[in-house]
């Protein structure tokens, strides 16, 4: 049930009455207070009725706070920020592979751009799913807001020689990247779409991993998969929570106007212009751009204006919602030369939108409102080194104007009459001649289609009218104002006091009558029910007196006084170093008079929400601090329903706005929204906080709660920011001399008068202290070039006469406070004369600042107008100070209660003091210090650490006291005295220090390590100083170190002076010197123990197996292996437990696994229990592990079997997947095998596997055939808490500290121990010094030198960074420890980021000389030198001496041979012997079927088969017991392992260069020698030969028409090739002619190939190009790819579609061309592998974009190499076996070889009859024109020869 709450009577001005007492209220506005008891009352029994309905016990339980009356702000101990500055950043991203990419025959390639950089895959031919698996680094050196706004792109397009063609792309921002858990992408799809082309839809999915990372970050490592059946749908690259399918929308960016922008431009040439005309003139050119998305759309440019109006609109279009975080929109100041910065704002869309579903979200949107804009000063130059400040990086230090906007978001699909409208106006407004700018709109802004890159800027509509401005009122008094740099000199000093540009001095606001609040306006407000000047909660006295008077207007012909008058500065008394004000008999005071929009609901929202979480806060990080109290439970229980409580007030006053919005036209769109927004997402915190409550009812840890609630924390932290901008920020800067010297920043928004408490500004009306920074960049140093302790109020007109109500007693106006004459002094009428006292004891943690690494430290003390400094302590960086700082005759105004209550602060400043320059800034503070009243009786104030911050660093702490006690004449003697030392400085009371006890700490100097050179010269004769409290102990020297780094004497032992409270521990710091000829010491490095407490003796606890509980239990241990030791012994364990008399032992029953020699020794009663289910179950398995077995052929069991096995175990825990037994004997099984593991037991014994089946209750999951180990993801020394259970180990530094990169710093490594416990009282004065008396050495090994014999495994490396120009690498391995180096140089893996080595080494090394390993990868280079890619340090003597036993990981299995031979040099019974032994349990005893430890008994299998004989043997059972050592000792033994090491470069510290997946294992020379190294060669691939004949072809469309006949044909042919080996290509002849699709071929296809089962992949090994020296190493799925083609003679061949079939799995062909659809492929039947069936023939489609194209009968014939060779056969129709030739049509032939031929078949044939007929009446033409033509002649020839 809800807890109850006393109703706000109103907030943001609104009534909780119903509809008929708004408009009672709103008929009688002004008579508001006179009511006021009458609204009381009602709002009273409204809250009676309310109450009624909570629940009971919550009402006893909340209660209402009561907030204190503040008058100063919050204590802020930090004084100033670091600047954010460019680091170095990487985004690495894996381009796996494309599916369902649009277009024929394509040949992608992926293009990679982010920012200016780009680069592409390599071009894959002739394919529309290509496989690239390629590997890309991008290397960003940026400030963090800039890399995150980077823009990744991801573009596919179709690669040709002269030019390529855009396919689709994909994009998102790096912010979307950074903010996934791990800041990654991993195994996802992008869907790749065409900006261009919004209606087409997805253009195909691209396969990628992306992930960002920083300095410190490791990229995780993913298994990269690639399925044919993958649900790409469902795996999307989209951030959680998106939807697969997102529309295009359209965001519309309208820009109306500007105002308040800068008069004078700072372009090159604007400074000559300046000069000649003045700076009065304006001179700015001013436009707006606009960026989203990588896209950029600027408005048309304003000539000559400071107030430019625009109405334009910037129109984007992207997919909804977009991968974008941020909208930048920037001014500009366009210049003939180059363009100027004038401001920047970005739109967060997650503030200005709600992407939860249903009514509850909303789509992005923005105003119109008024965005402020910040940057350097309105009088920066261009050689200002704060210009940067204009492009949105960093914090502004002045107002640059503001700009009115308004975001419209509209989702194109669906076609909304709001879109319709929306493009309706845009076309009529595009028809009118507008021209917004002297030179018109720019040439984006001509319409027309937008495209990439390039948004559409067009012109919109004017809005019809403005916002009615309010007048606002700002009043401020100076209370204080110190620690003034003594740069600034003797002149006189002012503080300027600006809102916007009212308030300017150099460049105020244009001037302009102040009119009276507008009718309008009233009647806007009085809509919305908002008083002017009421209360919201309840109404003060003061304002009650007054309200009537308040709707006056100001008095205009008043100005406001903006400033203060200039005053001279004096200096401070003690050490000189600052100058103050002196201000203690009257405070300066300040008045500005401003006019704004009516927006102050916005603040009052933020304010609320702001209150409501710094009390969440507050509470929340008190209940952290108390977390181990036993009472902290009551109090966050009360934490949490007081949050309730106030959250629930806010959403019944959000309900009540929200039911006033039909009258609240003025409203934004946003303000309704977002106020929505805050009711349902506190609403939803309730709920949830009210759940964390219950949770602490059930005694749920407080931790976890509490981490629940810091999310909560966070959510209310993102509600509080306004994105509609209303007032602007508040900016005081200090004046002298016509100059801007320093500014301190304030929001408007937390000094804005409410009247309710709850949404009044948390400093309105308070005494609040600013540090005033300087404009410049400052980096760690203190900038801080004054102090103020101002009192501000800001707020509407009308409710000015509030301004004092909050004044602190003893100060007072000049005469009546009147906002038409408000008051130019405050006087302070009570002054009182105090002391102060600074107990300055010591400090602890400081930041070293010399080269040696330590420092000089003092501290300044600074109050008011006194400043003094302690001595000065050489060389420490924990300085024990012992001084007392008195500053006397210090006056303070006010109230004796006030100033006890609220003193002024005090600030603290520690600086490293340098001989030759100034002090090094360590850190500051700011600090409250106690007031002692000489009225009360003293008391001694108590020392406390305070913070020490060095900009956004930690500077240590400083032990202090401070106490301000007053002064009266009559009781001066009365004050404590103060003691002087020797050297005459006041040292601190003894009253004051704290109480001290005797401790002894005893050390342990173990060694050495790592030590670098000092001045050049190598560490030699090293020795160690342990300094704490003022007492040194020094250690033994070390007579030459390179011979021995160990310490020849380890153990000696100090007391100390030190605090019994433990919090106020001084620091341990550890000096390490060299000594050297002649007496001298060099410091070499030193290290700062912060926490003694870690230190602190604990007595070691009772072994629990040497006590016999009082109650029998029986433990089940879990393993991976799942076979019971026996069914009797399981149920005599169950009933164990249920009995409840007491027993002699703990009985332990451990799951036991066994070999198949096992089983057969199993009862043959148990045997005859299991035969019949085991026979069925066993069949299925033995079929399953037959058709596997056929595809691995003559593979066997190998240490890669282990590892596959592994991966796939740890696969399934990352996925949560748990096996059942019955779920395992069949799901895990196959799925195990289906990945290639399986495919490895192909030489074991079919009688033996049949024999286990029979006596196996349940077949055995693949665990039980294969053994595992355990793979981290990290390095072992993080799994295993750096192995510092026997010694720790410090690091040395040297030289000035730099937080951001201690690399350089690092010296070498000091090994020791600390034992720290107090003194008895009772305890001897003798105290003996031997060795047995001593704590710390318990469990030290003995110092003498070791022979070890390491081998070192690297398996692979994953992520390596790219080395050579072209972007790859050819790494290699090399191994240093100590002088001994192995080079394996030869063995260099080519062209591979992902190599796998597959590597052992053997290496003797003696330790402790020769204990650190190094494991480095280079980069081979054929010319010069090898390149250094990363390196891993190793320490392998914490590992070797560690009692978790890191010399050799445990089995999980006992073997004595095979791929999981046991690899120690003792047995597992030898070990546990030995452990036993070492650490003093007794046992093991052992006997058959049990192990007994003290009073525990592990039961388990204890017979094997050895030589076909049972056999007692303890080894398996012993090693399960020491996988189990935990549950004994209390700490775990390290299992065979493969850990993942991160490798670091020396160039880039911090930044991932890869991972290397290797482990160590270590046997001492003295022990038994152990067995051989375990291969772990890689896996060759084994070869195989692909047999494809092409049979037939049927329905394939044909492409080419004849010109004659007008007949369709195609010149069909067949191509094909397996993914990967393009180079193979091959083709069949082609059928001319094809007049039906009908092709007849008989071609043979043979393509040989390398092939890894366990991985699926293809084996390629190539050049990359003709240069390359060696064949790159590539892998890609077995994909098989045919096509079918139209030839062409002459002419490029036409395309006409395309089969790929996964040879793992596709479909059966059909057994006939009817059959075989165009959906054949996606029909869902079950699939087929080759490698399985080895044969398959049949009817498979040709497909393009969808579409069937034909159809194709092949055979496909898999065999290996071996069996290939055997049985040759030929390609085409060649020997061996030639295939018949094809029975083809006599029309199958070329038209351009048989030109004849092609005219008999397609001419005669067809026209024979024709020509026939055609050629006889040639004939007869020619003879009777030959007869007409020779007749006439003949004729006339007769006639002569007859005349003759």
């Known amino acids: 049930m809800e807890p109850t709450f006393k109703i706000a009577k109103n907030l943001f001005g609104l009534k909780m009455k119903n509809k008929r007492k708004l408009k009672k209220k709103k008929t009688k506005a002004d008579l508001i207070l006179a009511n006021k008891g009458a609204l009381e009352a009602e709002a009273e029994s409204h809250s009676d009725e309310c109450q009624e309905e909570d629940d009971h016990e919550n009402q006893r339980f909340v209660h209402r706070r009561e907030r204190p009356d503040y008058k100063r702000s919050k204590l802020n101990t930090h004084i100033q920020d670091s600047e954010g500055k460019s680091q170095n950043f990487r985004i690495t991203i894996n381009i796996t592979e494309a599916r369902q990419l649009v277009g024929d025959n394509i040949d992608p390639c992926v293009v990679i751009e982010i920012g200016d950089e780009k680069k592409q895959t390599s071009v894959k031919e002739s394919t529309n799913a290509p496989f690239y698996n390629e590997y890309f680094v991008f290397d960003i050196f940026a400030h963090k807001e800039v890399f995150l706004d980077k823009v990744i792109k991801l573009s596919v397009i179709h690669s040709k020689m002269l030019r390529s063609f855009f396919i689709g792309s994909f994009k998102l921002d790096v912010w979307t990247v950074y903010k996934q858990p791990g800041h990654h992408f991993n195994n996802k799809w992008a869907q790749l779409t065409d900006p261009r082309d919004k209606n087409t839809g997805v253009k195909g999915f691209l396969k990628c991993d992306i992930s960002v990372s920083e300095k410190g970050d490791s990229i995780e490592q993913v298994s990269k998969t690639s399925s044919a059946e993958e649900q790409i749908d469902k795996n999307l690259l989209l951030p959680e929570g998106f939807p697969s399918e997102r529309p295009w929308a359209q965001f519309s960016v309208r820009i109306y106007k500007a105002e308040g922008l800068p008069r004078n431009s700072s372009t090159i040439m604007a400074n000559v212009t300046k000069a000649l005309i003045g700076d009065r003139t304006t001179l700015i050119d001013p436009y707006v751009e606009v960026r989203f998305f990588k896209q950029v759309g600027r408005t048309s440019t304003q000539r000559s204006s400071a107030d430019p109006v625009w109405n334009e609109q910037v129109v984007f279009t992207e997919m909804f919602p977009p991968l974008c975080q941020r909208m930048k929109i920037q001014v500009w100041d366009e210049g003939s030369v180059n363009d100027v910065a004038i401001g920047t704002h970005y739109f967060d869309l997650r503030r200005i939108s709600n992407e939860q579903d249903g009514d509850r979200g909303f789509l992005p949107t923005f105003g119109p409102a008024w965005i402020n804009l910040y940057g350097s000063s309105r009088t920066q130059t261009l050689g200002d080194d704060t210009v940067e400040l204009n492009e949105g990086i960093g914090e502004g230090v002045s107002f640059r104007g503001r700009i009115y906007i308004e975001l419209v978001v509209e989702i194109l699909s669906g076609g909304s009459e709001s879109k319709q409208s929306r493009i309706k106006t845009i076309k009529d407004i595009k028809n009118e001649k507008t021209a917004p700018g002297k030179d018109g709109p720019p040439a984006a802004a001509t319409g027309g289609t937008a495209e990439e890159g390039k948004a559409e800027v067009l012109p919109v509509e004017p809005l019809s009218k403005g916002e009615e401005n309010e007048n606002f009122f700002l009043f401020g008094a100076l209370f204080e104002a110190s620690m003034i740099d003594r740069k600034i000199g003797d002149k006189p000093i002012s503080f300027e006091f600006s809102l916007g540009n009212y308030g300017n001095i150099f460049d105020p606001a244009l001037p302009s009558a102040i009119p009276a609040p507008s009718s309008v306006l009233s009647h806007r407000r009085k809509a919305l029910d908002f008083p002017d000047g009421t209360d919201l909660f309840s109404v003060s006295p003061s304002s009650s007196q007054t309200s009537l008077l308040s709707t006056e207007p100001p008095d205009l012909s008043r100005s406001s006084k903006p400033s203060t008058t200039p005053e001279k500065t004096h200096l401070v008394e003690g050490n000189r170093h600052y100058m103050y004000l002196p201000l203690e008999k009257q405070k300066p005071c300040i008045n500005l008079i401003s006019q704004w929009e009516g927006r102050t609901y916005r603040l009052y929202i933020s304010n609320m929400l702001e209150n409501i979480a710094n009390q969440f806060v507050s509470g929340v990080l008190l209940s952290a601090h108390r977390k181990c109290d036993p009472g902290v439970i009551p109090q966050l229980r009360l934490v949490l329903v007081e949050f309730c409580t106030d959250a629930k007030e806010f959403i019944t006053t959000a309900d009540a706005m929200v039911r006033a919005e039909v009258k609240s036209d003025y409203l934004t769109l946003l303000d309704k929204k977002r106020l929505t927004m805050c009711k349902q997402e506190l609403q939803s915190m309730v709920d949830e906080a009210m759940s964390l409550s219950l949770r602490l009812r059930k005694n749920d840890t407080v931790k976890d709660v509490l981490r629940e609630a810091r999310k909560l924390t966070k959510k209310l932290r993102f509600l509080v920011e306004e994105p509609q901008h209303t007032v602007p920020d508040l900016f005081i800067w200090l004046l002298t001399n016509n100059k801007r010297i320093a500014y301190a920043r304030v929001k408007a928004r937390d000094i804005l008068y409410s009247s309710s408490i709850e949404t009044c500004g948390i400093n309105c009306g308070k005494i609040q202290t600013l540090f005033m920074k300087t404009s410049s960049k400052r980096g760690l140093t203190l900038s801080v070039q004054a102090k103020i302790d101002v009192y501000l109020w800001f707020g509407a007109f009308s409710d000015a006469w509030s301004m004092l109500d909050n004044l602190p007693p003893g100060f007072s106006a000049t005469e009546a406070a009147d906002p038409n004459n408000p008051p130019l002094y405050l006087h302070v009428t009570e002054q009182h004369q105090f002391q102060l006292r600074c107990h300055m004891y010591q400090a602890r943690g400081l930041i070293a600042a010399d080269n040696s690494g330590l420092s000089d430290p003092f501290a300044r003390v600074t109050f008011i107008s006194h400043s003094h400094n302690t001595n000065i302590v050489q060389q420490t960086l924990s300085p024990s100070w012992d001084q007392c700082l008195q500053m006397n005759q210090i006056v303070l105004g006010g109230n004796l209660q006030y100033i006890e209550k609220e003193p002024p602060r005090i600030v603290i400043e520690v600086y490293d003091d340098d001989a030759l320059g100034k002090p090094e800034y360590l850190g500051s503070t700011v600090v409250v210090p106690t007031v002692q009243l000489a009225s009360v009786d003293y008391t001694p104030p108590a020392l406390q650490y305070f913070p020490l911050h060095c900009g956004n660093l930690s500077g240590g702490d400083v032990l202090a006291a401070f106490e301000l006690m007053e002064i009266q004449e009559v009781k001066r003697w009365n004050l404590p005295q103060l003691e002087a030392n020797e050297a005459g400085f006041l040292v601190v009371p003894r009253n004051i220090r704290p109480v001290l006890s005797t401790y002894r700490l005893e050390v ?289 530094y040297r030289g000035k500290a730099n937080k951001e990169d201690d690399d350089e710093r690092f010296v070498g490594k000091f090994k020791g121990r600390f034992c720290l416990y107090k003194v008895p009282d009772d305890e001897d004065e003798d105290f003996q010094d031997d060795a047995d008396f001593f704590r710390v050495n318990r469990g030290i090994p003995q110092n003498h030198s070791v022979q070890v014999l390491i081998r070192v495994y690297i398996v692979s490396a994953t992520n390596l960074q790219p080395a050579d120009p072209d972007g790859g690498a050819d790494p290699y391995i090399v191994l240093r420890i100590g002088k001994n180096e192995i080079k394996d140089r030869d063995n260099y893996i080519p062209k591979q980021l992902n190599p796998i080595f597959g590597r052992s080494f053997e290496i003797q090394a003696k330790f402790p000389q020769e204990s650190l390993l190094t494991v480095l990868i280079y980069d081979f280079d054929l010319v010069g030198g090898d390149d250094l890619m990363g390196e891993t340090l190793i320490d392998l003597e914490n590992r070797f001496y560690s009692r978790h036993r890191a010399t050799c990981g445990l089995p999980t ?292 974009s969808g579409e069937l194209t034909g159809k194709v009968e092949a055979e496909f014939h898999l065999l290996t190499a071996e069996e290939a060779t055997k049985n040759p056969v030929g390609k085409a129709r060649n020997e061996p076996e030639p295939l018949p030739k094809p029975n083809r049509p006599d029309t199958s032939f070329s038209w351009f070889v048989n030109p004849f031929k092609c005219f008999f078949y397609l001419v005669w044939n067809r026209y024979k009859k024709y020509i026939i007929l055609g050629l006889l009446i040639l004939i007869t033409a020619l003879f009777l024109a030959l007869l007409f033509y020779t007749l006439p002649g003949a004729i006339s020839a007769k006639i002569v020869s007859g005349k003759k």
């Open 1453 to 1744: 299995e006992y073997s004595e041979e095979g791929y999981n031979a046991w690899r120690d040099c003792l047995k597992p019974s030898e070990i546990l012997s030995k452990l036993c032994r070492e650490n003093g349990l007794h046992g093991p005893n052992f006997a058959p079927g049990r192990i007994s430890i003290g009073e525990k008994v592990f039961t388990g299998n204890t017979v094997s088969m050895h030589d076909e004989e049972p056999k007692e043997c303890y080894e398996n059972l012993s090693l399960k017991v020491l996988n189990q050592w935990s549950d004994i000792m209390g700490y775990s033994l390290v299992p065979e392992h493969i850990e993942s090491r991160t490798l670091y470069h020396k160039s880039r510290p911090g930044m991932d260069q890869g991972q290397l997946k290797m482990w160590v294992d270590m046997f001492p020379m003295d022990m038994p020698c152990p067995g051989p190294s375990v291969d772990i060669s890689p896996r060759k691939p084994k070869p195989y030969e692909l047999r494809i004949i092409i049979w037939n072809t049927d329905d394939v469309v044909l492409e080419d028409t004849n010109i004659i006949t007008g007949q369709s044909s195609s010149d069909i042919y067949v191509k094909g090739w397996l993914k990967g080996l393009e180079n193979d290509r091959q083709e069949t002849d082609v059928h001319y002619n094809s007049l039906t699709g009908e092709g007849n071929f008989n071609w043979r296809f043979v393509f040989p190939f390398n092939y890894l089962p366990a991985e699926k992949m293809i084996v390629v090994q190539q050049k990359e190009h003709i240069f390359s020296l060696d064949k790159a190493e590539k892998k890609f799925p077995a994909i098989l790819i045919l096509q079918v083609w139209d030839f062409e003679t002459l002419s490029s061949d036409d395309f006409i579609g395309t089969l790929e079939l996964d040879l793992h799995k596709f479909p059966p062909g059909a057994k006939s061309s009817k059959l075989c659809k165009g959906d054949f492929l996606t029909a869902g039947m079950e699939n087929i592998s080759i490698f399985q069936q080895k044969r398959a023939r049949g009817w498979w489609p040709f497909s393009n």
């Open 1004 to 1292: 342990l100097f173990w060694g050495l390590r790592q030590l670098k050179k000092v001045q050049l010269l190598s560490v030699d004769r090293p020795q160690v100083f342990i300094e704490c409290a003022n007492k040194s102990l020094r250690s033994s020297v070390i007579p030459k170190y390179k011979s021995n780094p160990n310490f020849p004497t380890q153990l000696d032992v100090i007391e100390l002076e030190l605090p019994e409270n433990e919090r106020i521990h001084p620091n341990l710091t550890i000096t390490v010197v060299d000594w050297r000829a002649f007496g001298r010491s060099t410091l070499v490095g030193n290290h700062i123990v912060s926490n003694l407490k870690a230190y602190t003796y604990v007595p070691p606890p009772v072994t629990s197996a040497l006590i016999a509980p009082k109650t029998p239990t029986t433990t089940k241990f879990s393993t991976t292996i799942t076979i019971l030791a026996s069914e009797d012994q399981s149920r005599q364990a169950e009933e164990s437990v249920a009995v409840d008399t007491p027993r002699p032992h703990c009985e332990i029953l451990v799951e036991d696994g066994h070999s198949p020699e096992d089983q057969s020794s199993k009862p043959p009663e148990l045997q005859k229990e299991r035969g019949p289910k085991s026979s069925r179950r066993v069949r299925s398995t033995r079929h399953r592990r037959r058709t596997i077995a056929d595809e691995s052929a003559e593979c066997v069991i190998d240490w890669w079997s282990k590892y596959y096995a592994s991966v796939e175990k740890l696969a399934k825990q990352n996925d949560g997947t748990t096996l059942t037994p019955l779920f395992a004997k069949t799901s895990a099984y196959q799925s195990l095998l289906s990945e290639g593991i399986g495919s490895l037991v192909g030489h074991i014994d079919g009688d033996k596997k049949k024999s286990k089946a029979k006596d196996t209750l349940f077949p055995s999951p693949i665990n039980c055939k294969i053994a595992t180990l355990k793979l981290y993801t990290k390095e072992l020394e993080s799994e295993f808490a750096q192995f510092n259970d026997w010694v720790d180990t410090f690091e040395l």
